[in-house]
């Protein structure tokens, strides 16, 4: 018996390689990219270990290329569904009990192959099935599913060494428990990390899940599973679903052992899992943990004192890398009436260099949207804004799903602050702005605060600190990160935990201990050293 008390430090995040051209990583990625285009792999089900099969089957596409399958994939039945909660539930009688550095060690191991071994695999898979730029994909698929497992670890490891105070007479332990029951992982099609982190978080705090993966990104989700299994993880902790998420999620919700749901994806979709959950509560044995990241209508504000080529930098990036399909994307911006024509003409220049096509051209810094519904969905808002009085459209605006689904940057302007591109979220490279007077500012963070139901991201630019301070005032509960001249995206796990409010989600952090305890249900122990043996207290005692 090792009898060693482990601490696991927090390590330095994963260092990002370069992939300019002649180097090995990219000749290396090349290889791979044609190698994953070429096949056409049918990704099952994982249940308990094993890999099932279905009558019922589905496609992966490639976004900018529709016309190319990539994989096929099995559909979930009820069935199998059943299944999986029973083998979460045998499985999760001994992992438990595995030693929580044991756990630790399996997660480390993923990490690391990551990192390496698969790290080409995970790259080219989230680039053509997800539609990334080689840099998005290696901020993501590799450096953040990475340090969500590491930093985790260091963060379990401080939750785990949290004891309370001894008496003399005493013996107090607290026992951070998992959950009694299985956790549903829900995950989203823009980020393979995220769709890692959801269901690995729980994992390590000794969980076991089902995992529904979106049905847009089954590659890379399928690979991370044949990872988590390569790496050791034993049959039945994870159990991967792809299929219907509105049947699967009715049978999961319905079942009296379901202890917990970690869930990033639409506000619309969370809601009606709360609703469902609340229409079983008195069916479970335990209230479960309902842990979201849902939408965003994400703001940036300037200042008349900001830097404007630093402003317009954070927010040309932080509208269009990845398409605006960021939970953190910039969708509206309010900017200064003395510095709008600076603002649009550097906007202008930098959206007329931007590349559009495939991302396995290293030269685009645009690529497709996920599927045709996200293409309608964009070319919606951009034809409203096209027909309306009150909005012009400055830049883009077309959109052409022929081959692939790309919608052009479009930046909007509105004479209406609370026209619907300033509050909806759209999901898009699509951006609105409103232009004030310049001695509005302090409105404007107070129309800023209350014109969305949202709390994910937001910043402001300023060099006047008096204005920075009053931003930070005015914007208090207008978003769970918040940026102070940089663009509200890219938050990086161990320097800023991700999570908003409101109807953002339950802001429980991910890439913190806040997260992690959500999955653990804490048992405190006394131990009396030195019992009582009598009834009486000595105030009973006669003067």
């Not at 219907?244 to 052992?257: A, F, N, R």
């Not at 939970?327 to 024509?341: F, G, M, N, Q, T």
Request: proline residues 6%.
């Amino acid at each position: 018996m090792n009898n060693s008390f482990f601490v696991f430090r927090e390590p330095e995040n994963e260092p990002l390689l370069g992939y300019a051209p002649g180097t090995p990583e990219k000749r290396s990625l090349k290889a791979a990219l044609a190698k994953v285009r070429s096949e056409v792999p049918e990704i099952p089900l994982i249940i308990g270990g094993r890999e099932y099969g279905s009558e019922e089957k589905g496609r992966v596409v490639m976004p900018h290329d529709h016309g190319h399958i990539l994989a096929t994939h099995c559909k979930a039945s009820p069935e199998d569904v059943e299944r999986a909660v029973k083998e979460a539930a045998r499985a999760k009688k001994e992992w438990e009990n595995t030693p929580w550095t044991e756990r630790a060690a399996v997660m480390l191991k993923i990490a690391e192959l990551f990192t390496t071994e698969y790290r080409d695999l995970l790259l080219a898979s989230t680039m053509l099935g997800q539609s990334k730029n080689v840099f998005q994909a290696q901020i993501d698929a590799v450096a953040e599913a990475a340090d969500f497992i590491r930093f985790n670890v260091a963060y379990a490891s401080s939750i785990y060494a949290e004891q309370p105070r001894l008496d003399r007479d005493s013996l107090n332990r607290m026992e951070y428990r998992p959950l009694e029951g299985f956790v549903f992982a829900v995950t989203p099609f823009n980020f393979t990390a995220i769709a890692s982190n959801l269901v690995l978080a729980p994992v390590l705090m000794g969980n076991t899940v089902l995992w529904k993966p979106a049905g847009t990104s089954l590659l890379s989700s399928y690979y991370l599973m044949k990872i988590y299994e390569k790496a050791g993880l034993p049959a039945g902790v994870v159990n991967f679903l792809p299929g219907s998420g509105e049947m699967i999620s009715q049978v999961v919700t319905k079942h009296p052992d379901l202890a917990g749901i970690h869930f990033t994806g639409s506000t619309d979709v969370f809601s009606k899992l709360w609703m469902q959950c609340a229409e079983n509560l008195r069916n479970y044995r335990s209230f479960p943990r309902l842990v979201g990241e849902t939408g965003g209508k994400n703001f940036l504000v300037v200042h008349p004192s900001a830097d404007v080529d630093a402003a317009v930098t954070a927010m040309v990036r932080g509208a269009f890398e990845y398409q605006g399909q960021k939970c953190s994307a910039v969708s509206r911006c309010y900017i200064p009436k003395s510095l709008r024509e600076k603002i649009l003409s550097l906007a202008g220049r930098m959206i007329a260099d931007m590349k559009t096509g495939s991302p396995e051209d290293f030269r685009n810094f645009i690529n497709a949207v996920i599927d045709e519904a996200s293409f309608d969905n964009c070319m919606k808002y951009i034809s409203a804004a096209r027909t309306s009085t009150e909005a012009d459209i400055l830049f883009g605006g077309r959109g052409d799903k022929s081959a692939g689904y790309f919608v052009e940057p479009t930046v909007i302007e509105t004479t209406d602050p609370e026209f619907v591109t300033m509050r909806e979220e759209i999901f898009g490279p699509v951006l609105t702005l409103y232009t004030y007077e310049d001695d509005r500012f302090g409105e404007i963070l107070e129309l800023c605060d209350r014109s969305s139901p949202y709390g994910l991201t937001g910043a402001v630019f300023a060099a006047d600190r008096k204005a920075l301070a009053l931003a930070a005032r005015k914007l208090k509960y207008a978003a769970g990160n918040f940026y102070v001249n940089d663009k509200p995206t890219g938050a990086v796990v161990g320097k800023q935990p991700f999570g908003g409010s409101r109807a953002s989600g339950t802001n429980d952090k991910a890439g913190s201990r806040l997260n992690l305890l959500r999955w653990t249900s804490p048992l405190t122990v006394k131990e009396n050293l030195r019992p009582p043996r009598w009834y009486a207290y000595p105030f009973m005692d006669e003067e």
